[in-house]
Protein backbone atom coordinates (compact mmCIF):
# COMPACT_ATOMS: atom_id res chain seq x y z
CA UNK A 1 0.00 0.00 0.00
CA UNK A 2 1.63 3.45 -1.30
CA UNK A 3 1.76 6.33 1.17
CA UNK A 4 -1.58 8.42 -0.04
CA UNK A 5 0.66 11.85 0.15
CA UNK A 6 2.11 10.19 -2.84
CA UNK A 7 -0.71 8.70 -4.26
CA UNK A 8 -2.10 11.87 -4.36
CA UNK A 9 0.60 13.48 -6.31
CA UNK A 10 0.31 11.07 -8.73
CA UNK A 11 -3.68 11.37 -8.95
CA UNK A 12 -2.73 15.31 -9.41
CA UNK A 13 0.07 14.12 -12.31
CA UNK A 14 -3.04 12.30 -14.39
CA UNK A 15 -5.96 14.40 -13.88
CA UNK A 16 -6.74 16.92 -16.76
CA UNK A 17 -4.26 19.57 -15.51
CA UNK A 18 -6.24 22.76 -16.49
CA UNK A 19 -8.71 21.42 -13.28
CA UNK A 20 -5.44 20.77 -10.79
CA UNK A 21 -7.24 23.85 -8.42
CA UNK A 22 -10.49 22.22 -8.09
CA UNK A 23 -8.83 18.49 -7.72
CA UNK A 24 -6.21 19.90 -5.39
CA UNK A 25 -9.06 21.33 -3.59
CA UNK A 26 -11.18 18.11 -3.75
CA UNK A 27 -8.40 15.83 -2.63
CA UNK A 28 -7.81 17.72 0.87
CA UNK A 29 -11.77 17.79 1.74
CA UNK A 30 -11.64 14.02 1.62
CA UNK A 31 -7.88 13.79 2.92
CA UNK A 32 -7.21 16.94 5.12
CA UNK A 33 -4.65 15.46 6.92
CA UNK A 34 -2.28 15.83 3.74
CA UNK A 35 -3.58 19.77 3.25
CA UNK A 36 -0.40 21.26 4.14
CA UNK A 37 2.35 19.06 2.82
CA UNK A 38 -0.11 19.51 -0.42
CA UNK A 39 -0.01 23.24 -0.51
CA UNK A 40 3.50 23.58 -0.29
CA UNK A 41 4.37 20.70 -2.93
CA UNK A 42 2.32 21.09 -5.62
CA UNK A 43 2.34 24.14 -8.51
CA UNK A 44 -1.21 25.83 -9.09
CA UNK A 45 -1.73 28.75 -11.20
CA UNK A 46 -1.01 32.02 -8.79
CA UNK A 47 -3.23 34.64 -8.04
CA UNK A 48 -2.98 38.26 -8.32
CA UNK A 49 -3.10 40.75 -5.74
CA UNK A 50 -2.94 44.06 -5.67
CA UNK A 51 -0.88 45.77 -2.63
CA UNK A 52 -2.97 48.52 -0.91
CA UNK A 53 0.66 50.51 -0.22
CA UNK A 54 1.98 51.01 -3.40
CA UNK A 55 -1.25 50.12 -5.80
CA UNK A 56 1.23 47.65 -7.67
CA UNK A 57 0.24 43.80 -8.51
CA UNK A 58 1.90 40.75 -6.69
CA UNK A 59 1.71 37.37 -6.96
CA UNK A 60 0.55 34.91 -4.43
CA UNK A 61 2.04 31.35 -3.51
CA UNK A 62 2.81 29.31 -0.33
CA UNK A 63 6.33 31.10 0.25
CA UNK A 64 5.26 34.87 0.74
CA UNK A 65 1.28 33.66 2.67
CA UNK A 66 0.94 33.25 6.33
CA UNK A 67 -2.59 31.31 7.24
CA UNK A 68 -4.47 34.09 4.91
CA UNK A 69 -2.66 36.92 4.56
CA UNK A 70 -0.09 37.25 1.67
CA UNK A 71 2.99 39.52 1.53
CA UNK A 72 3.36 42.00 -0.96
CA UNK A 73 6.90 42.20 -2.55
CA UNK A 74 6.78 45.97 -3.41
CA UNK A 75 5.67 47.14 0.61
CA UNK A 76 6.87 44.48 2.41
CA UNK A 77 4.06 44.35 4.62
CA UNK A 78 1.40 41.70 5.07
CA UNK A 79 -2.11 41.79 3.91
CA UNK A 80 -4.16 41.56 5.24
CA UNK A 81 -1.99 42.65 8.15
CA UNK A 82 -0.70 39.38 10.46
CA UNK A 83 0.37 39.81 14.35
CA UNK A 84 3.58 41.48 14.41
CA UNK A 85 5.32 38.87 16.73
CA UNK A 86 4.48 36.34 13.41
CA UNK A 87 5.28 39.13 11.16
CA UNK A 88 9.12 39.42 12.76
CA UNK A 89 9.74 35.98 12.11
CA UNK A 90 8.53 36.57 8.44
CA UNK A 91 8.78 39.66 7.18
CA UNK A 92 12.54 39.71 5.56
CA UNK A 93 14.81 42.43 6.27
CA UNK A 94 18.57 43.43 5.77
CA UNK A 95 20.65 41.30 3.63
CA UNK A 96 17.80 39.07 2.50
CA UNK A 97 15.50 41.98 2.05
CA UNK A 98 18.01 44.17 0.14
CA UNK A 99 18.57 41.48 -2.39
CA UNK A 100 14.69 40.59 -2.38
CA UNK A 101 13.91 44.43 -3.48
CA UNK A 102 16.66 44.16 -6.36
CA UNK A 103 15.87 41.08 -7.51
CA UNK A 104 12.05 42.25 -7.92
CA UNK A 105 13.22 45.53 -9.91
CA UNK A 106 15.45 43.46 -12.59
CA UNK A 107 12.21 40.42 -12.92
CA UNK A 108 10.31 43.51 -13.12
CA UNK A 109 12.54 44.93 -16.23
CA UNK A 110 13.03 40.74 -17.85
CA UNK A 111 9.15 40.75 -17.56
CA UNK A 112 8.53 43.64 -19.41
CA UNK A 113 11.06 42.79 -21.69
CA UNK A 114 10.26 38.80 -22.74
CA UNK A 115 6.28 38.84 -21.50
CA UNK A 116 5.40 42.99 -22.65
CA UNK A 117 2.90 42.22 -19.58
CA UNK A 118 2.02 40.64 -16.72
CA UNK A 119 2.66 41.15 -13.56
CA UNK A 120 5.74 39.78 -11.28
CA UNK A 121 6.81 39.00 -8.02
CA UNK A 122 9.98 37.65 -6.01
CA UNK A 123 10.73 36.22 -2.40
CA UNK A 124 13.98 35.35 -0.55
CA UNK A 125 14.14 33.91 3.09
CA UNK A 126 17.02 32.56 5.05
CA UNK A 127 18.04 28.79 5.50
CA UNK A 128 19.85 27.47 8.18
CA UNK A 129 22.72 27.44 5.50
CA UNK A 130 22.84 29.73 2.13
CA UNK A 131 19.26 31.48 1.71
CA UNK A 132 16.02 30.60 -0.85
CA UNK A 133 14.01 32.22 -2.87
CA UNK A 134 10.98 32.32 -5.53
CA UNK A 135 10.74 33.79 -9.20
CA UNK A 136 6.95 34.07 -10.11
CA UNK A 137 5.74 35.46 -13.55
CA UNK A 138 2.07 35.65 -14.52
CA UNK A 139 0.21 36.65 -18.27
CA UNK A 140 -2.46 36.23 -19.09
CA UNK A 141 -4.33 36.57 -22.24
CA UNK A 142 -8.22 36.18 -23.63
CA UNK A 143 -11.03 36.27 -26.65
CA UNK A 144 -11.80 33.36 -28.81
CA UNK A 145 -8.28 31.63 -27.95
CA UNK A 146 -7.55 31.94 -24.48
CA UNK A 147 -4.19 31.41 -22.67
CA UNK A 148 -2.40 31.39 -19.46
CA UNK A 149 0.93 31.09 -18.11
CA UNK A 150 2.58 30.67 -14.67
CA UNK A 151 6.19 30.11 -13.85
CA UNK A 152 7.53 29.39 -10.89
CA UNK A 153 11.28 29.58 -10.54
CA UNK A 154 12.50 28.06 -6.63
CA UNK A 155 15.91 28.69 -5.59
CA UNK A 156 18.41 27.06 -3.13
CA UNK A 157 21.62 29.17 -2.76
CA UNK A 158 24.67 29.01 -0.74
CA UNK A 159 27.94 30.55 -0.77
CA UNK A 160 31.43 29.27 -0.40
CA UNK A 161 33.09 29.51 2.46
CA UNK A 162 35.32 31.58 0.34
CA UNK A 163 32.56 33.91 -0.93
CA UNK A 164 34.02 33.95 -4.12
CA UNK A 165 31.22 31.71 -5.72
CA UNK A 166 27.78 30.34 -4.84
CA UNK A 167 25.99 26.86 -5.81
CA UNK A 168 22.89 27.99 -7.65
CA UNK A 169 19.75 24.87 -7.68
CA UNK A 170 16.82 25.92 -9.35
CA UNK A 171 13.76 24.01 -10.19
CA UNK A 172 11.12 25.96 -12.43
CA UNK A 173 7.39 24.55 -13.60
CA UNK A 174 5.45 26.62 -15.94
CA UNK A 175 1.85 25.82 -15.99
CA UNK A 176 0.49 26.58 -19.16
CA UNK A 177 -2.81 26.30 -20.20
CA UNK A 178 -4.44 27.59 -23.70
CA UNK A 179 -7.87 26.97 -25.05
CA UNK A 180 -9.61 27.76 -28.53
CA UNK A 181 -12.75 27.73 -29.51
CA UNK A 182 -14.12 28.64 -33.21
CA UNK A 183 -16.10 27.13 -35.81
CA UNK A 184 -12.59 25.70 -38.01
CA UNK A 185 -11.45 23.65 -35.35
CA UNK A 186 -14.19 23.33 -32.53
CA UNK A 187 -12.80 23.10 -29.46
CA UNK A 188 -9.45 22.94 -28.41
CA UNK A 189 -8.11 22.35 -24.67
CA UNK A 190 -4.53 22.09 -24.55
CA UNK A 191 -2.99 22.55 -20.39
CA UNK A 192 0.14 21.39 -18.51
CA UNK A 193 2.68 21.79 -16.56
CA UNK A 194 6.38 20.92 -16.97
CA UNK A 195 8.92 20.93 -14.61
CA UNK A 196 13.04 21.05 -14.89
CA UNK A 197 16.00 21.64 -13.09
CA UNK A 198 19.72 23.37 -13.30
CA UNK A 199 22.28 23.22 -10.98
CA UNK A 200 24.80 25.47 -11.39
CA UNK A 201 28.44 27.01 -9.42
CA UNK A 202 28.01 30.98 -10.65
CA UNK A 203 31.26 33.88 -9.39
CA UNK A 204 30.60 36.33 -7.04
CA UNK A 205 31.90 39.82 -8.06
CA UNK A 206 33.26 41.75 -5.56
CA UNK A 207 34.46 41.92 -1.76
CA UNK A 208 31.50 44.16 -0.27
CA UNK A 209 28.29 43.10 0.27
CA UNK A 210 26.27 45.68 -1.44
CA UNK A 211 28.48 44.10 -4.42
CA UNK A 212 27.83 40.02 -3.41
CA UNK A 213 24.15 40.78 -3.16
CA UNK A 214 24.45 42.47 -6.69
CA UNK A 215 26.05 39.52 -8.18
CA UNK A 216 23.59 36.99 -6.82
CA UNK A 217 21.05 38.82 -8.12
CA UNK A 218 22.61 38.97 -11.31
CA UNK A 219 23.18 35.02 -11.30
CA UNK A 220 19.81 34.52 -10.21
CA UNK A 221 18.65 36.56 -13.28
CA UNK A 222 20.72 34.79 -15.64
CA UNK A 223 19.79 31.19 -14.60
CA UNK A 224 15.87 32.26 -15.05
CA UNK A 225 16.10 34.00 -18.31
CA UNK A 226 17.97 30.94 -19.62
CA UNK A 227 15.72 28.27 -18.17
CA UNK A 228 12.36 30.11 -18.80
CA UNK A 229 13.51 30.36 -22.52
CA UNK A 230 14.54 26.44 -22.55
CA UNK A 231 11.27 25.57 -20.81
CA UNK A 232 9.46 27.88 -23.27
CA UNK A 233 11.05 25.91 -26.06
CA UNK A 234 10.21 22.87 -24.64
CA UNK A 235 6.46 23.48 -24.05
CA UNK A 236 6.18 23.74 -27.72
CA UNK A 237 7.93 20.99 -28.79
CA UNK A 238 5.87 18.83 -26.25
CA UNK A 239 2.21 20.59 -26.15
CA UNK A 240 1.90 20.56 -30.04
CA UNK A 241 4.93 17.92 -31.30
CA UNK A 242 4.17 15.38 -29.07
CA UNK A 243 0.07 15.98 -28.54
CA UNK A 244 0.82 16.04 -33.05
CA UNK A 245 2.61 13.34 -33.06
CA UNK A 246 0.28 11.05 -30.50
CA UNK A 247 -2.34 12.08 -32.73
CA UNK A 248 -0.68 10.91 -35.81
CA UNK A 249 -0.05 7.31 -33.85
CA UNK A 250 -3.74 7.02 -33.47
CA UNK A 251 -5.00 8.12 -36.45
CA UNK A 252 -2.74 8.40 -39.93
CA UNK A 253 -3.40 11.02 -42.10
CA UNK A 254 -2.04 9.05 -45.72
CA UNK A 255 -3.42 5.36 -45.94
CA UNK A 256 -1.33 2.95 -44.13
CA UNK A 257 -0.64 0.04 -46.89
CA UNK A 258 0.94 2.88 -48.41
CA UNK A 259 3.23 3.81 -45.88
CA UNK A 260 3.38 -0.16 -45.58
CA UNK A 261 4.22 -0.16 -49.39
CA UNK A 262 7.19 2.63 -48.93
CA UNK A 263 8.37 1.02 -45.81
CA UNK A 264 9.12 -2.39 -47.34
CA UNK A 265 10.75 -0.96 -50.71
CA UNK A 266 12.52 1.25 -48.60
CA UNK A 267 13.93 -1.85 -46.84
CA UNK A 268 14.88 -2.90 -50.29
CA UNK A 269 16.20 -0.59 -51.89
CA UNK A 270 18.95 -0.18 -48.42
CA UNK A 271 19.10 -4.26 -48.23
CA UNK A 272 20.35 -4.00 -51.94
CA UNK A 273 22.76 -1.18 -51.24
CA UNK A 274 23.87 -3.27 -48.51
CA UNK A 275 25.13 -6.08 -51.09
CA UNK A 276 26.74 -4.00 -53.37
CA UNK A 277 30.53 -4.15 -53.59
CA UNK A 278 32.02 -0.51 -53.73
CA UNK B 1 -17.78 21.59 -1.48
CA UNK B 2 -19.25 18.60 -3.54
CA UNK B 3 -19.89 14.84 -1.49
CA UNK B 4 -17.08 12.59 -1.19
CA UNK B 5 -19.02 10.19 -3.41
CA UNK B 6 -19.41 13.40 -6.07
CA UNK B 7 -15.48 14.21 -6.20
CA UNK B 8 -14.09 10.53 -6.56
CA UNK B 9 -16.48 10.28 -9.51
CA UNK B 10 -15.39 12.80 -10.75
CA UNK B 11 -12.05 11.67 -10.35
CA UNK B 12 -12.48 8.36 -12.28
CA UNK B 13 -14.41 10.35 -15.13
CA UNK B 14 -11.91 12.14 -15.59
CA UNK B 15 -8.68 9.55 -15.98
CA UNK B 16 -6.45 9.82 -19.02
CA UNK B 17 -6.77 6.79 -21.18
CA UNK B 18 -5.10 4.11 -20.36
CA UNK B 19 -4.92 5.31 -17.10
CA UNK B 20 -7.95 4.19 -15.02
CA UNK B 21 -6.03 1.48 -12.77
CA UNK B 22 -3.60 4.02 -12.18
CA UNK B 23 -6.46 6.58 -10.88
CA UNK B 24 -8.26 3.63 -9.08
CA UNK B 25 -5.29 2.90 -7.16
CA UNK B 26 -4.77 6.37 -6.01
CA UNK B 27 -8.20 6.56 -4.91
CA UNK B 28 -8.38 3.11 -3.16
CA UNK B 29 -4.48 4.46 -1.06
CA UNK B 30 -6.39 7.57 -0.21
CA UNK B 31 -9.36 6.86 0.47
CA UNK B 32 -9.30 2.95 1.12
CA UNK B 33 -12.83 2.23 0.17
CA UNK B 34 -14.21 -0.41 -1.22
CA UNK B 35 -15.05 0.60 -5.18
CA UNK B 36 -17.88 -1.56 -5.65
CA UNK B 37 -20.01 1.93 -4.59
CA UNK B 38 -18.69 4.15 -7.34
CA UNK B 39 -19.79 1.46 -9.84
CA UNK B 40 -21.96 4.15 -11.72
CA UNK B 41 -19.15 6.34 -11.75
CA UNK B 42 -17.20 3.33 -13.75
CA UNK B 43 -20.17 2.72 -15.78
CA UNK B 44 -20.72 6.26 -17.59
CA UNK B 45 -16.36 6.44 -17.86
CA UNK B 46 -16.54 2.73 -20.15
CA UNK B 47 -19.78 3.89 -21.91
CA UNK B 48 -18.28 7.49 -22.30
CA UNK B 49 -15.18 6.15 -23.26
CA UNK B 50 -16.35 3.67 -25.75
CA UNK B 51 -14.52 0.87 -24.00
CA UNK B 52 -13.92 -2.67 -26.03
CA UNK B 53 -15.06 -5.89 -23.96
CA UNK B 54 -15.30 -9.26 -25.13
CA UNK B 55 -18.33 -10.85 -26.05
CA UNK B 56 -18.85 -13.88 -24.01
CA UNK B 57 -18.80 -17.29 -26.11
CA UNK B 58 -18.46 -15.18 -29.12
CA UNK B 59 -14.87 -14.28 -31.16
CA UNK B 60 -14.98 -10.26 -31.54
CA UNK B 61 -15.19 -7.18 -29.21
CA UNK B 62 -17.79 -5.09 -28.68
CA UNK B 63 -17.84 -1.40 -27.29
CA UNK B 64 -19.82 -0.08 -24.47
CA UNK B 65 -21.96 2.81 -25.33
CA UNK B 66 -25.68 4.47 -24.18
CA UNK B 67 -26.11 3.36 -27.81
CA UNK B 68 -25.87 -0.62 -27.01
CA UNK B 69 -27.07 -0.26 -23.16
CA UNK B 70 -30.37 -2.16 -22.27
CA UNK B 71 -29.89 -0.87 -18.53
CA UNK B 72 -29.13 -3.17 -15.42
CA UNK B 73 -25.77 -3.42 -16.63
CA UNK B 74 -26.72 -5.24 -20.21
CA UNK B 75 -25.92 -4.36 -23.65
CA UNK B 76 -25.96 -5.94 -26.88
CA UNK B 77 -23.98 -6.82 -29.62
CA UNK B 78 -26.25 -6.91 -33.27
CA UNK B 79 -23.05 -8.21 -34.98
CA UNK B 80 -23.16 -12.03 -32.93
CA UNK B 81 -26.56 -11.02 -31.98
CA UNK B 82 -26.08 -11.50 -28.52
CA UNK B 83 -26.63 -9.44 -25.00
CA UNK B 84 -24.71 -9.74 -22.49
CA UNK B 85 -24.10 -8.49 -18.89
CA UNK B 86 -20.89 -6.53 -17.85
CA UNK B 87 -19.69 -5.87 -14.16
CA UNK B 88 -18.22 -2.94 -13.05
CA UNK B 89 -15.20 -1.67 -12.18
CA UNK B 90 -13.57 -5.41 -13.40
CA UNK B 91 -15.40 -5.42 -16.59
CA UNK B 92 -16.26 -8.93 -16.74
CA UNK B 93 -18.76 -9.96 -19.40
CA UNK B 94 -20.96 -12.83 -18.60
CA UNK B 95 -24.64 -14.13 -19.00
CA UNK B 96 -24.95 -13.91 -22.97
CA UNK B 97 -28.44 -14.87 -24.68
CA UNK B 98 -29.54 -14.06 -28.02
CA UNK B 99 -30.68 -10.79 -28.59
CA UNK B 100 -32.71 -9.15 -31.80
CA UNK B 101 -32.15 -5.13 -31.56
CA UNK B 102 -35.73 -3.90 -31.83
CA UNK B 103 -34.76 -1.81 -35.42
CA UNK B 104 -35.57 -2.59 -39.20
CA UNK B 105 -32.13 -1.46 -39.83
CA UNK B 106 -30.37 -4.65 -38.77
CA UNK B 107 -29.08 -5.94 -42.33
CA UNK B 108 -27.49 -2.11 -42.85
CA UNK B 109 -26.24 -2.18 -39.47
CA UNK B 110 -24.32 -5.47 -39.89
CA UNK B 111 -22.84 -4.51 -43.15
CA UNK B 112 -21.43 -1.09 -42.08
CA UNK B 113 -20.10 -3.24 -39.60
CA UNK B 114 -18.19 -4.92 -41.91
CA UNK B 115 -17.63 -2.57 -44.56
CA UNK B 116 -16.26 -0.57 -41.42
CA UNK B 117 -13.92 -2.61 -39.82
CA UNK B 118 -12.35 -3.31 -43.43
CA UNK B 119 -11.54 0.40 -44.05
CA UNK B 120 -10.57 1.91 -40.74
CA UNK B 121 -7.63 -0.64 -41.35
CA UNK B 122 -6.30 1.96 -43.91
CA UNK B 123 -6.27 4.52 -41.35
CA UNK B 124 -6.26 3.42 -37.65
CA UNK B 125 -3.37 1.29 -36.83
CA UNK B 126 -5.80 -0.27 -33.99
CA UNK B 127 -9.44 0.42 -33.22
CA UNK B 128 -12.71 -0.93 -32.68
CA UNK B 129 -15.74 -0.32 -34.15
CA UNK B 130 -19.42 -0.04 -33.45
CA UNK B 131 -22.37 0.05 -34.93
CA UNK B 132 -25.88 0.43 -33.45
CA UNK B 133 -29.06 1.53 -34.23
CA UNK B 134 -30.38 4.58 -31.83
CA UNK B 135 -34.18 5.27 -32.44
CA UNK B 136 -34.70 5.36 -36.40
CA UNK B 137 -31.13 6.52 -36.61
CA UNK B 138 -27.92 4.38 -36.71
CA UNK B 139 -25.20 5.38 -34.52
CA UNK B 140 -21.60 4.37 -35.64
CA UNK B 141 -18.73 4.66 -33.31
CA UNK B 142 -15.01 4.03 -33.78
CA UNK B 143 -12.40 4.23 -30.83
CA UNK B 144 -9.02 4.15 -31.44
CA UNK B 145 -6.57 3.82 -28.61
CA UNK B 146 -2.59 3.85 -28.54
CA UNK B 147 -0.80 3.66 -24.61
CA UNK B 148 2.93 3.64 -24.68
CA UNK B 149 3.34 4.47 -20.40
CA UNK B 150 6.68 3.45 -20.75
CA UNK B 151 6.88 7.04 -22.77
CA UNK B 152 4.77 8.19 -20.36
CA UNK B 153 2.06 9.28 -22.74
CA UNK B 154 -1.21 7.47 -23.95
CA UNK B 155 -3.90 8.84 -26.62
CA UNK B 156 -7.78 8.02 -27.75
CA UNK B 157 -9.48 9.08 -30.88
CA UNK B 158 -13.28 8.64 -30.14
CA UNK B 159 -15.32 9.52 -33.42
CA UNK B 160 -19.33 9.51 -33.24
CA UNK B 161 -21.31 9.31 -36.21
CA UNK B 162 -25.25 9.66 -36.57
CA UNK B 163 -26.80 8.16 -39.57
CA UNK B 164 -30.28 9.98 -39.59
CA UNK B 165 -33.39 8.10 -41.18
CA UNK B 166 -33.35 10.69 -44.34
CA UNK B 167 -29.63 9.66 -44.58
CA UNK B 168 -28.23 12.42 -43.52
CA UNK B 169 -24.72 11.59 -41.58
CA UNK B 170 -23.41 14.40 -38.69
CA UNK B 171 -20.75 13.66 -36.11
CA UNK B 172 -18.21 14.70 -33.84
CA UNK B 173 -14.20 13.92 -33.02
CA UNK B 174 -12.95 13.76 -29.70
CA UNK B 175 -9.49 13.46 -28.85
CA UNK B 176 -7.48 13.18 -25.43
CA UNK B 177 -3.84 13.24 -25.18
CA UNK B 178 -2.05 13.00 -21.92
CA UNK B 179 1.74 13.34 -21.81
CA UNK B 180 2.97 13.16 -18.21
CA UNK B 181 7.25 12.99 -18.76
CA UNK B 182 8.11 15.55 -15.65
CA UNK B 183 4.91 17.10 -16.09
CA UNK B 184 1.30 16.51 -16.82
CA UNK B 185 -0.53 17.51 -20.14
CA UNK B 186 -3.38 17.26 -21.76
CA UNK B 187 -4.82 18.47 -24.88
CA UNK B 188 -8.60 17.22 -25.31
CA UNK B 189 -10.38 18.60 -28.22
CA UNK B 190 -14.21 18.16 -29.95
CA UNK B 191 -14.78 18.82 -33.61
CA UNK B 192 -18.07 18.68 -35.62
Known amino acids: ?278 | MSSKTAIISSFIEAAPPGELSNVVADIKTLVGDDLQSYEPAFRKYHEEQYTAVDVPGGSGKVLLSQYNSLGSNRYFDPTSGKSFAVSFPSLKTSDAESHSPATSNLDLIQSLQTAFSKSTIEHFPSSTIGVFPTGSDIAILIVANKYSPQNFWNGRWRSTYILSDSGKLSGTIKVDVHYYEDGNVRMQTEKE
Open chain 1, 1 to 278: MSDPFDAALDLLRRLPPSQTQQNLASIISIAPNLEDDLLSSVDVGLAVKRCPKSGRDYLCCDYNRDGTSYRSPWSNDFDPPIDPDDAADLVPRGKIRRMEEELNKSIDVYRELYYEGGVSSAYLWQLDEGFAGVVLVKKSSGGAGKGGWDSINVFEIIEATSKRSAHYKLTSTVILDLGLRNDAVGGLELAGNLTRQEELDQPLAGLRDAEIESSHVANMGRMVEAMETRLRNLLQEVYFGKAKDVVGDLRSIRLLSEAEQERRSHKEVISKMGGATI
